[in-house]
Nanobody
Framework: VQLQACGGGLVQAGGSLRLSCKAS????????MHWYRQAPGKQRELVATITSASSTNYSESAKGRFTISRDNARRTLYLQMDRLKPEDTAVYYC????????WGQGTQVTVSS
């Protein structure tokens, strides 16, 4: 299983970023996928979830600003992040649980004030 995340970067507060996560080695279309993030000195936290039926769920901090989506044909998971805030600064990870957790390598998002 490989999860390759990209799309992070440095952005000013109020800006937008779109993260991508390319999956291989799994039957992508049938799996629930997640985005997590981990800020310095904090625990990793769940940001958004999308099921195989494309039902979505968001953390309170992400609700209304972030959109999770998937392209099964491309085996790719996305996270569109709008109206970014400095507190969104973190390493973002894509995740799937297949008997055990699998994590992508993470992509750094830094939001300057």
């Amino acid at each position: 299983v490989q999860l390759q995340a990209c799309g992070g970067g440095l952005v000013q507060a109020g800006g937008s970023l779109r993260l991508s996560c390319k999956a291989s080695g799994i039957n992508f279309r049938i799996n629930t996928m997640h985005w997590y993030r981990q800020a310095p000195g904090k625990q990793r936290e769940l940001v958004a979830t999308i099921t195989s039926a494309s039902s979505t769920n968001y953390s309170e901090s992400a609700k209304g600003r972030f959109t999770i989506s998937r392209d099964n044909a491309r085996r790719t998971l996305y996270l569109q992040m709008d109206r970014l805030k400095p507190e969104d600064t973190a390493v973002y990870y894509c995740h799937v649980h297949l008997g055990r957790p699998f994590w992508g390598q993470g992509t750094q998002v830094t939001v300057s004030s």
